[in-house]
């Protein structure tokens, strides 16, 4: 269902989307500031909350379909290590699963630019030569058309999680 189905059903609820960091996100329920939150990082898990929803995500390192990467498979980290990234923000949830699990191989990576809107590094990636590390649902309908592929990168495993939550008071 989309919003104007739910704006037809229930004219006067207000609906407020809020884009913040996990942990924000879940001292907004603590403080009642949010009814219900959805968050795209690790699993998480507290007794005073409901997991109304959950799955895991797919998320894969992209690169433009005619990247030198394209096609190779079993690559390292460490074979696109210092290439140029284009990532989300900085400690926002799953870019900080991600840099958590470099750091314990104790690698980082200093993108190019950073930026929350997801479609904007798609576009970039899609027309340069830079890579981005992104869920599958934001990149699935770029790379059915041919403009971006998934790259191999066998030792990296990260585990990421769409959950829907709420206050269980």
Same mark, same amino acid.
């Given at each position: 269902r989309n919003y104007i189905d739910f704006h037809n059903m229930?004219?006067?609820?207000? +609906?407020?989307? =809020?884009?913040?960091?996990? &942990?924000?996100m879940f001292d907004m329920l603590d403080h009642n500031?949010?009814? +219900?939150?959805? =968050?795209?990082?690790?699993? &998480?898990y507290n007794k005073d909350y409901i997991i109304a929803k959950e799955e895991p995500l797919s998320i894969h390192f992209v690169a433009n379909a005619n990247s030198k990467f394209a096609g190779i498979k079993n690559l390292s980290i460490y074979d696109i290590i210092n290439e140029p990234f284009i990532l989300t923000e900085y400690g926002q949830g799953y870019r900080r699963v991600f840099d958590k699990e470099l750091a314990k191989k104790s690698l980082e990576i200093k993108p190019i630019l950073e930026i929350g809107r997801t479609d904007m590094i798609t576009s970039l990636i899609?027309?340069?030569d830079m890579l981005s590390f992104l869920p599958d649902f934001v990149t699935k309908?770029?790379?059915?058309?041919?403009?971006?592929?998934?790259?191999?990168i066998c030792d990296m495993d990260i585990d990421i999680w769409k959950q829907l939550i709420y206050h269980k008071n």
């Open positions: 229930y004219p006067a609820v207000s +609906v407020k989307f =809020t884009t913040a960091d996990t &942990s924000v500031e949010a009814d +219900v939150i959805i =968050t795209l990082d690790s699993h &998480s899609a027309q340069g309908d770029m790379i059915e058309s041919g403009n971006l592929c998934y790259l191999d």
